[in-house]
């Protein structure tokens, strides 16, 4: 892992831009405009959110027997399981790509956690518009309130915006990312 910045400023050609972010999400990993490897783990960070979305929407139903409950909880933990290696999986590209200044404040997440966070908002405003079907596939569902769906929308605007402001940071020497 290098431990000071390599000359000048590093370029946001290193780290995915806010815009690349959001249009993983929602874009196949094979088809990015720019391949990368934190944009096919961000995209398989949407996925395993819809996975677990369904699950746990499965999991809550009246009518859930204790198997199906059972089976849930199982499917939660392995898709959980899964998000921790690609968050991982981000923060070793984080170790091993972007220099660290000593000396530059310390962000209090790792890179790999700021965009699990930010799938899972994505996943959560997407159903609130009732863009999500009950099988995790795009499609209508119930949409919730106008008011919830506009927070949701927010807030993601707003997660959106701190990892820009992180990027930029980085990139301008300011702040350094945490790798473990």
């Known amino acids: 892992m290098a431990t000071e910045y390599a000359g000048g400023r590093i370029g946001f050609d290193e780290l995915p ?10 874009t196949p990993a094979g088809r990015q405009v720019r391949p990368h ?16 979305h369904h699950a746990v929407a499965t999991a809550l139903a009246h009518s ?4 199906r409950l059972a089976h849930c909880s199982r ?14 999986a981000i923060d070793i590209w984080v170790a091993d790509t972007i ?3 000593t000396g530059a404040t310390l962000h209090t997440e790792t890179l790999g956690a700021v965009i699990d966070r ?8 997407q159903d609130a518009l009732g863009l999500l079907r009950a099988d995790g596939e795009s499609g209508d569902a ?11 929308w ?27």
């Open 17 to 26: 831009t806010a815009p690349e972010l959001l249009r993983a999400f929602h």
């Open 37 to 52: 490897a934190v944009l096919r783990a961000a995209h398989a960070l949407v996925d395993c959110h819809e996975r677990r």
């Open 64 to 67: 859930v027997d204790s198997d």
């Open 75 to 88: 499917v939660v933990g392995n898709i959980d399981a899964e998000r921790s290696k690609l968050v991982a």
């Open 99 to 101: 220099p660290h200044r």
């Open 118 to 125: 930010l799938a899972a908002k994505w996943v959560a405003a």
């Open 142 to 152: 119930h949409p919730e309130s106008d008011l919830e769906a506009h927070l949701h």
């Open 154 to 180: 927010v807030r993601l605007a707003e997660l959106t915006d701190g990892y820009r402001d992180l990027i930029t940071d980085v990139a301008e020497r300011r702040r350094r990312l945490p790798v473990f």
